[in-house]
């Protein structure tokens, strides 16, 4: 199992003990909002006997008075349930604890009692009385505490993982730039020396025509390595930007991959004949970018096939797809394949598509990704750039 299979297994597993831990504490609020609304019942419940119990003591045709202190102490013992008392009649009796005055406001109280009554309330019924009540604010807020606090919860690790996410990112960055610019300078040193040589071998074998082939051809290796160096240099600083006709530098590309593939690769490119489209691109990374993708499209394909490029555009982009008719990527890993040390070769370094990425990017403000693809069938990658300053 690769890094990255790991890694997404880890994410599955913290994700269902979140969903686990978030579903616990749900369930416990609500069992102690279940308990407390049937406290605030009871409550409601022993509200209306003791005003009953005062009416019936208050009645003019009451003959015995007893004490009623403690039905007195549990009126006032409520201060947090608001309750409607309702006649027979429909008629609102009496009202407390909805605050601000409106336990006289008739036109409130009313409309409260509308609603609790759409609502498919259950009313406490009484001695020729109705009551009517609603949850406690202690229980209101109950209900909702666990939804804010999940909120906050993850509103803070959101933050927590964007944070060093950003801070990762940054040290990544570090690394691929101090790497990028040691492996240029450790190319620089062998690539002067090389040089030396061969101007050295041309000056005392000139006149062979044979060697003089040769050392024409080490010479363009080397151009070759000059040009790879400068490509390295180049990571972690600005490139310049130039405006580039795509049908150029892929026609150049084409031509130099061709040379080194196998005969029996075909590459269906759109040539030079098109009229030119310009790109914003530094044309020695973009280059790298194209021979990336080349590069793994023949690595893809065991020595047989075809590799198509296709352009096109839009009012704001253009696109370049990159086809082969190779084994194919899994869909599973379309996002996969641009990460660093991500590879399906024995000796692979998985660096090729992540450096594109970056370049593409960070560097041309556009989009690289897998377009498509099947398994045994082919592969398309697409290049997005904007349209600057078309």
Known sequence: MDIYAKKSRWKLYLAITGVIIVLISLFYTNYLASKLAIEERNKVQHWLRAQEALSKQLSPTCEACADFTLEFELLQANKTIPVILVSETGTIVDAVNFGNGRD????FLQKELESLQAGGFEPIEGEGHRLFYKNSRLLTQLKFFPIIQLILIAAFILSGYLGFSAARRGEQNRVWVGMAKETAHQLGTPTSAIIGWIEHLKAIREDDEEVSEVLGELRSDVNRLEL????????GSAPELRPTDIYDELEKIRAYMQRRAPRKVAFDFPGTAQPPLLVYVNAHLFDWVLENLLRNALDSMDGEGTISAEVYHDKDFVYLDITDTGKGIPANRFKTVFQPGFTTKKRGWGLGLSLAKRIIEDYHTGRIFVKQSEENVGTTF????????A
């Open 228 to 235: 790879i160096a400068d490509r390295f240099s180049k990571i």
């Open 382 to 389: 697409t290049i997005q750039l904007p349209k600057r300053g």
């Open 104 to 107: 006289t406001n008739k036109v």
